[in-house]
């Protein structure tokens, strides 16, 4: 598949992204949370306000109560009661009186101002006011943060550290909310070993599976890792037919290229349909993606960088929807770039750089330079991507480039 802008036989990487999205359907099974327990999970409801947030007049000052008319005839006023937050003022007033008030506290019913106790002086029960007031000073009015039905989240919210507190100021005590994903994560290659462990000639630390775990953790998914399997069919089979049974998705890195001495392509095909695509996009030409018996799956590069580009920009997307979680949303700027850039037409770049604002105060981009897609520490001196369009060849130093920042999972 092509269009007019990729490499014949490329598969433009809108639309695997589309084609990905059409394929993946979000889980159903919600259960029901305590709000300590709800950080992060996917909200199964909306949350209407069952009440208004103040649920009464209050004071915002500690102070004295009035009503405004009064104050108009008189600046000393007689003191006949309390209102303490928890203790409101239960009695009535008269004009000319006041009530002393105390931060939080309900405003009493015959009262619509409050002066702070600075603004006053007191000579037993007489209390006089040293300056003018207007009607409602210093009163926090009912409703005024949140109002009774009002709605205050929506399915498809990721509960946040905030959300919770404004859960319970409503009053709510539990929440339906979706359960976790389960992610198998599979990396594959006999030549990787295990932080830890020795390097034999021609071994490399294997470093797919731990960032794609934190990044998955990050996601708020179960994780449920296999490790390393070694390019044996046997083995690879085993782990393959295990991680379906076991979770929602399966992700793998290594063994997608075609010509590959790896088994994984045979042991796919053999197990469930499996697109192996050739993406328009670099780094991440080779990618994996379709459903295993019970599961989907994403076959990632094994290189280290296109395993990240291709996981962050099209796996992490396909699991938010299968979360029933909102989009994510993403921040691209257009800014001048301080260095050319070097690029062929026929795939969409993902370009490592740095954004910093210049001497002048403009936003500049500079590339992280080398951008092997084996070379991780350059995505580490990121922050952001250049995304280059697939029409697009070199970029001189100077032109204006689009930048995507890194979001809270790079
Ligand atoms: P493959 O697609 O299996 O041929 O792998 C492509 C390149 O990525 C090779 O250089 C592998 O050694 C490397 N690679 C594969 N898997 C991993 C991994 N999990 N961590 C780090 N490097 C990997
Ligand atoms: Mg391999």
Not at 75 to 80: E, Q
Not at 222 to 241: L, Y
Not at 306 to 311: H, N
């Amino acid at each position: 598949m092509s269009d007019c802008c990729s490499a014949p036989g490329l598969l433009p990487f809108e639309q695997a992204l589309a084609n990905m999205l059409s394929k993946v359907s979000p889980i159903t099974e919600t259960l029901t949370l305590p709000i300590e327990q709800a950080l992060y999970y996917v909200l199964a409801q909306d949350i209407a306000s069952p009440l208004n947030v103040p649920p009464h007049d209050n004071s915002a000052m500690d102070g004295y109560a009035f009503a405004i008319e009064s104050l108009l005839v008189n600046k000393t006023l007689t003191l006949v009661g309390r209102s303490m937050a928890g203790a409101p003022f239960q009695g009535e007033c008269q004009p000319g009186e006041c009530i002393r008030i105390m931060t939080g506290a309900k405003m009493p019913d015959c009262c619509d101002s409050v002066e702070m106790q600075e603004n006053v002086t007191a000579d037993g029960e007489q209390i006089t006011f040293l300056q003018e007031k207007i009607f409602g000073s210093h009163v926090r009015n009912a409703g005024e943060d949140i109002q009774l039905d009002q709605q205050v989240l929506h399915s498809g919210h990721k509960l946040t550290a905030v959300d919770i507190g404004v859960l319970a100021s409503l009053g709510v005590a539990e929440v339906i909310v979706y359960r976790k994903l389960k992610v198998a994560l599979i990396a594959t290659g006999d030549e990787l070993k295990l932080p830890g462990q020795a390097l034999r000639v021609g071994d490399i630390y294997e470093s797919n599976s731990f960032v794609l775990a934190a990044m998955l953790n990050t996601l708020h998914v179960d994780v449920i890792d296999f490790g390393i399997i070694s390019d044996d069919f046997e083995a690879i089979k085993a782990a393959f037919v295990s991680a379906d049974e076991q979770a929602d998705a399966v992700i793998s890195s290594g063994g997608v290229s075609v010509g590959d001495a790896d088994y994984t392509k045979t042991v796919l095909d053999e197990l469930g349909e499996i697109g192996f695509w050739k993406i328009a996009m670099k780094p991440g030409k080779p990618f994996a993606f379709g459903k295993l018996p019970k599961s989907v799956f994403f076959g990632l590069p094994g290189n280290p960088v296109s395993a990240l580009v291709t996981f962050h920009q099209l796996a992490l997307v396909a699991l938010t929807k299968m979360q029933n979680a909102q989009p994510l949303k993403r921040t691209h700027l257009t800014v001048k770039c301080s260095t050319e850039l070097r690029k062929s037409p026929g795939r969409m770049d993902f370009q490592r750089g740095v954004l910093a604002v210049n001497d002048v105060g403009e936003n500049v981009v500079t590339s992280t330079g080398s951008q092997g897609s084996g070379i991780l520490s350059s995505l580490a001196r990121a922050n952001c991507f250049i995304i280059l369009p697939s029409e697009q060849g070199k970029v001189a130093a100077g032109e204006k480039v689009t930048v995507q920042l890194f979001d809270h999972f790079l």
